[in-house]
């Protein structure tokens, strides 16, 4: 059965979080809140925290510089993915990615299928790796970024999710963690 190994170690990673927006700031970022709340809950490292306009440059120029950061496991991102005309996370990340991770949107929009219904189609969440650190876009509703959380990420990125967890994919933990 899938499912958290109890007995085996927890290994933290460094989770970077990523607000796309052209409205929000600190004080009104739900969102992004949410990803660092739950993030450290669960024992992992709040790496960094930004907010960056719907400009394709500005969120790639962000993005590339997690990416080279070493002190950086993994970035999350959340606004940008909708059919607006301002949403170009998609097209801002995916250049920088050497491969894509297809199965996350498929389990995303299984997860919030559930919550959201067909809405779940008006998002276009998606992850992949640039060069070692894994990248998850999220949607920028609160809801959303629950249930990426909650029902996807959460137990992805936990090192002892049994049978395989992204956290063994990770450079730093690839000797500790299978």
Not at 78 to 99: S, Y
Request: glycine share 8%; hydrophobic share 45%.
């Amino acid at each position: 059965m899938p499912g958290i190994d109890e007995n085996l170690t927890f290994y933290p990673l460094n989770i970077a979080v990523l607000t796309v927006s052209d409205t929000r700031d600190e004080a009104s970022d739900r969102s992004g809140a949410l990803l660092a709340e739950r993030l450290t809950a669960a024992g992992h490292k709040l790496a960094a925290r930004a907010i960056v306009t719907d400009e394709v440059e500005a969120i790639r120029i962000q993005v590339q510089a997690w990416v080279q950061d070493p002190a950086v496991d993994v970035v999350l991102t959340t606004g940008g993915t909708g059919f607006a005309p301002r949403d170009v996370t998609p097209e801002a990340v995916k250049p920088l990615f050497r491969r894509e991770m297809d199965g996350f949107s498929v389990v995303f929009h299984q997860a919030s299928l559930d919550t959201v219904g067909v809405s779940t189609l008006q998002s276009r969440a998606f992850a992949g790796q640039a060069d070692d650190t894994f990248v998850f876009c999220l949607p920028g509703s609160t809801g959303a970024c629950r249930d990426g959380w909650d029902l996807v990420l959460a137990l992805e990125l936990d090192s002892r999710y049994r049978p395989c967890s992204l956290a063994g994919q990770i450079p730093r933990l690839r000797d500790v963690c299978a």
